[in-house]
Each structure stands twice: as C-alpha cells, then as structure tokens.
C-alpha cells in the first residue's frame, strides 16, 4: 500500500514551460512534505519543503501547492530548462516519525530544449 | 566535499555471500539511514539510526542488518545475498535535533549492488 503516490512516472515538457508534478498521500497525520530532486548517477537532494500549516511555498521558479483536505500537493516548476531533467520525489513524514520519510515512486522529468 | 560517503561505488556479488556496504558521513548528524532504490518502488527505507551502537528497523529489514560502530559510520549487511536485493542502495544522515533543517536528509551517491 503506497502511503505517498506520485500520479505519472514520467512527465516530458517543452523548455519555458511550466511543468506540473502531482503527489496524494494517505496518512492524515503526515505533516512535513519535502520534494527531493535526483540527477543520474548521484543521491537524492532536497528541493523545496512544505508544512501542512501553509498551503504554499515558493522557491525561485519552484513551488509548492498543498491541499490538506484533499490531501494532495503538487511541484510546480516555472521556465523549466533542460537542466531541471531529474527524477522528482514526493516524500513524506509526522511529527512523531522520527525524521522517517515515506517517499513515492518518483516521475522523472525530461525537459526538451 | 561530499559529507556522505558510500563505499564501494558498485559491487557484484554472487548469490548466498556475505555483503557489506559502508557510509560514512562528516556531517556530525545523530541520524543516519539505508534507503534501496528500486524502479517502481522509489526509496524505501530499510534501517536506520539516531545514536551510535544502536540500529532501528525501517519498512523493509528482511533479509538486512545494520551497524552503527560510530557516530560518523553506518554499515548494511546483507548476511546471505538473494537476487531480489538487486538495487541501488543509498545512505542519508540528518541532524534530527529540531528546527526547519532539522528533517533534511543528505544522501551519499549510492551503491549499485548486483546479485547474480
């Protein structure tokens, strides 16, 4: 049973577009949601984080919309360049987990120049 | 300078053997983790730690132990190799002391590990 669901395993946009990443999860008490990026080769790196307190948070070209009733959020990335091609995590974790995050499957993200 | 290394880089190992990977981190962060990496799966986490000498079960222990010699240093070991653990495998530390960088995660680079 995935506790943090990436809808697509990959996603190809066009450079300059926005590029729309969506995440639902399961478990109500979940309230920290960070987004790792991946680039081949190398380790998991954090992105941008949100806490269930807030329903946005924005990072330069990089955002964060959440949803807690419908417990879902999304990344959106703003003017994506080929170099935001990376695989993208949703994750997932509460206040009492101690520092446990659940992670989705990933989408991978190919931008087209 | 990477704070989280892994080592070996890959290995390939024959089914029923003995692997051992290692992590060592420069971070001076209490908390450090195993993760494997599997197509479809995305990470899950196997075991992990928040002091030296002490190792807690993640979601997926079966068929993995760990050990936690130091602060700096965390070991996976897989007692008898089965193809199924056939991933990559990453190791994380993070502070783990409060505050809003305290959840962050930093992972090494990972380790391909084979099993034939």
């Known amino acids: 049973q995935q506790q943090v669901r990436q809808s697509s395993q990959s996603l190809t946009v066009w450079e300059g577009e926005t590029a729309i990443l969506n995440c639902s999860y399961e478990?109500?008490?979940?309230?920290?949601f960070p987004w790792y990026q991946q680039f081949p080769g190398e380790g998991p790196a954090l992105l941008i984080a949100?806490?269930?307190?807030?329903d946005k948070k924005e990072d330069g070209r990089f955002t964060i919309f959440f949803n807690k009733r419908e417990k879902n959020l999304s990344l959106h990335i703003k003017d994506s360049q080929p170099g935001d091609s990376a695989t993208y995590f949703c994750?997932?974790?509460?206040?009492?987990?101690?520092?446990?995050?659940?992670f989705g499957i990933g989408t991978l993200l190919s931008v087209k120049p | 300078e990477a704070a989280v290394t892994q080592s070996p880089r890959s290995k390939v190992a024959v089914t029923g053997g003995k692997v051992t990977l290692s992590c060592h981190q420069t971070?001076?962060?209490?908390?450090m983790y195993w993760y494997r990496q599997d197509t479809g799966h995305g990470l899950r986490l196997i075991h992990y730690?928040?002091?030296?000498?002490?190792?807690e079960k993640g979601d997926i222990p079966d068929g993995y132990k760990a050990s936690r010699p130091s602060q700096e240093n965390f070991s996976l070991i897989l007692e008898l190799a089965s193809l199924s653990q056939t991933a990559v495998y990453f190791c994380?530390?993070?502070?783990?002391?409060?505050?809003?960088?305290?959840?962050?995660?930093?992972f090494g680079s990972g380790t391909r590990l084979t099993v034939l």
């Open positions: 994380a530390s993070s502070d783990g002391l409060g505050g809003s960088s305290a959840e962050t995660l930093y």
């Open positions: 478990n109500s008490a979940f309230d920290y």
């Open positions: 949100i806490r269930s307190v807030s």
């Open positions: 994750a997932a974790s509460w206040g009492s987990s101690g520092n446990k995050l659940i």
């Open positions: 971070n001076n962060h209490d908390y």
């Open positions: 730690s928040y002091v030296a000498d002490s190792t």
